[in-house]
């Protein structure tokens, strides 16, 4: 089991900035590749971005250029810095963790902290 803790979500106006973290606990395998998903109201849960073990980043063409994710390994953490917010942004952020072990795919979710955007 992976346990996920996040902070950093709030209130922001629309072009300031905001830092998510996220630290993993647990059975933590040494590849994996975490990342944060976004869920507004009314949508899907959707890929912010992610970043492997190794420092691999994919990003959604929606924030490219405005944010990013991050890690430190040592502390198993991951951070995603959001830079020029936009309403649109406004969501709950959750942490992922995936990792592969023997073929069988883990997948861990943080609690979700809320992202709001104001115009």
């Known amino acids: 089991q992976v346990q996920l803790v996040e902070s950093g979500g709030g209130l922001v106006q629309a072009g300031g900035s905001l830092r998510l973290s996220c630290a993993a606990s647990?059975?933590?395998?040494?590849?994996?590749?975490m990342g944060w998903y976004r869920q507004a109201p009314g949508k899907q849960r959707e890929l912010v971005a992610a970043i492997t073990t190794g420092g691999i980043t994919n990003y959604a063409d929606s924030v490219k250029g405005r944010f990013t994710i991050s890690r430190d390994n040592a502390k198993n953490t991951v951070y995603l810095q959001m830079n020029s917010l936009k309403p649109e942004d406004t969501a709950v952020y959750y942490c992922n963790h995936n990792t592969v072990v023997v073929g069988k795919e883990y997948r861990y979710w943080g609690q979700g902290t809320q992202v709001t955007v104001s115009s």
């Open positions: 647990g059975s933590i395998f040494s590849f994996n590749v």
